[in-house]
């Protein structure tokens, strides 16, 4: 195993989270909204690495790693790496310092679940560099502690999530899925999603499918996808030119702004983002595709 400083390394990768449906289905009285979502992990993502070191050291590369701040109020990463190390020295064990490099490959803020992968692959990575017994329910209630999103990214499967996220059901039959992640690399506020919707109290999603997966995505909805549109045209304009270059299905994933486009083959999906980005390169356009169910999608 390669050398990073003062110890061994260990690496963890934070793949890239999909949306596939969201449905929005009520509001809490603390102001959380309660979602279904259909969630899949692209094999693209960023990748943290952890080792041992005489000092807490925190370094960022990585295309968007300019983008992020090492503050430990804010990154997810750090808030981690705090929080299980308090979980695990109040268990009597041991959590000496750590050294975590992170490469940022995804975009920041752009419903893909990110900042929240990036804290779920510390909680996995750190784990395994301290040797820490930890219970499936208190890694959970770590995970949610710091985000709704980071308990399904510790999963890194296909899955179903209800509530704020906390409820997870794996999803053992999906297929691996060819698709392009585009981004116009433009901002969108959630809050301001959220508060556009027309209605909080929208229809449940189901999974009682009698037909292929894609057949039944379709009648499943992203509820966030038109208040962001208006906030954000380019949304239209990029799921546009991903259905123009040959997808079958498209969607955004999460709050936006980053879309999808399913394909047919990986090569397909290949070609279409270099195209993509042909026309656009100051734009995000990544051929992936998906863990298959039955799969944790880890390194």
């Known amino acids: 195993m390669p050398s990073m400083g003062d110890g061994m390394v260990i690496t963890e990768d934070a793949l890239a989270k999909i949306n596939l449906a969201l449905h929005v289905t009520g509001q809490r009285s603390d102001g959380y909204h309660l979602l279904d979502t259909l969630v899949t992990f692209a094999r693209h993502g960023d990748k943290l690495e952890f080792a ?14 300019g983008a992020l701040t090492a503050d430990t109020g804010t990154n997810l990463v750090l808030k981690a790496r705090d929080l299980l190390r308090d979980a695990t020295l109040q268990a009597g064990g041991s959590a ?13 803020a752009s419903g893909i679940g990110g ?15 301290w040797n820490v017994p930890m219970p499936p329910e208190r890694l959970g209630a770590i995970a949610l502690s710091l985000g709704a999103d ?32 585009a981004n116009p690399l433009k901002g969108v506020s959630t809050p301001e999603v959220f508060r ?30 038109p208040p962001a549109r208006t906030l954000l045209p380019e949304i239209g304009e990029i799921s546009d030119m991903l259905a123009g270059h040959g997808a079958s299905f498209v969607r955004m994933s999460g ?45």
């Open 52 to 65: 041992t070191s005489s000092a807490d050291e925190f370094v960022i590369s990585g295309r968007f790693g």
């Open 150 to 181: 980071v308990p399904m990214c510790v999963e890194s499967r296909p899955l179903v999530a209800r509530g704020i996220g906390e409820r997870i059901e794996r999803i053992d039959d999906m297929p691996s899925l060819a698709l392009v992640l």
């Open 255 to 299: 709050s936006g702004a980053t879309c999808f486009g399913i394909f047919e083959t990986f090569a397909a999906a290949e070609a279409a983002a270099k195209a993509l980005h042909s026309l656009r390169p100051d734009w995000y356009f990544q051929a992936t595709e998906t863990v298959g169910g039955g799969h944790d999608g880890r390194a």
């Open 196 to 225: 556009r919707l027309t209605t909080k109290t929208n229809p449940p999603l189901t999974l009682a499918r009698r037909e292929p997966w894609l057949a039944a995505m379709r009648v499943m909805r992203n509820d966030l996808e």
């Open 96 to 108: 000496p310092p750590v050294r975590i490099r992170l490469q940022k490959n995804l975009p920041i």
């Open 115 to 129: 900042g929240s992968a990036d804290a779920a692959a510390a909680l996995r990575g750190l784990i395994r560099l």
